[in-house]
């Protein structure tokens, strides 16, 4: 299911896929972002990394199939071998027809902890609860609970969009056939 480091390029190789050199992913932004990272931590005992963000996406099809994705620009400075909650369904990405799709951004550590994504659909699905108040349990409450950053965009079966966030801001948009378009950063006057 998740593969990482040699064994992520032994298997790639068994496959026929072409390998490049690691220098193939360097840019000289990334560079130098995590140049500027890593004198920061050296200039602090104790902080934490910066990151590049998150885009995520749901989706609802016209025969009820639920999808979600999740594309992490990851984490500068992390510990070699880190995986965060992107590739993780379930933490940061998880969709299922009987009750919703999600996709969440933020501190993955603890999205990984409390299975963010996975537990906003079981709360839909086995508690029976709205969308909307789902997203704000696991958020609001329980992310937030354990020190967790971070928010989620959800769609459930019928439609519902629900956007909600503990951090500063999130960058976000929705769009249904029903005409709603909606794009935002922070909170509006309803929060």
């Known amino acids: 299911m998740l593969l990482v480091g040699d064994g992520a390029e032994e298997f790639a190789l068994e496959q026929g896929v072409a390998l490049v050199p690691r220098g ?15 004198r920061a931590a050296a200039a602090r005992a104790a902080g934490s990394a910066g990151s590049m963000g998150t885009v995520g996406a749901v989706a ?5 199939n639920l999808a979600a994705a999740t594309s992490t620009g990851g ?12 590739p993780l369904i379930g933490a940061g990405t998880y969709a299922n027809n009987e009750s ?19 537990d906003v659909c079981a709360l839909v699905q ?14 609001q409450v329980k992310l937030r609970r354990t020190g967790g950053e971070g928010g989620v965009i959800a769609l459930d079966r019928a439609g519902n969009i629900a956007m909600d966030y503990n951090s500063a801001g999130m960058f976000r948009g929705a769009r ?16």
């Open 24 to 38: 193939y992913f360097r840019t000289e932004a990334r560079t130098r972002q995590l140049e500027e990272e890593r």
């Open 60 to 64: 609802l099809d016209r025969t009820g």
């Open 75 to 86: 984490l500068s400075n992390k510990h070699r071998g880190r995986v965060g909650d992107s």
């Open 100 to 118: 919703c799709a999600v996709s969440g951004t933020g501190d993955g550590e603890y999205f990984i902890r409390q299975v963010v994504a996975y």
């Open 126 to 139: 086995y508690r029976h609860m709205a969308l909307a108040a789902a997203v704000h349990e696991v958020v």
């Open 176 to 191: 249904d056939s029903r005409g709603r378009r909606e794009i935002a950063i922070y909170q509006d006057a309803e929060h």
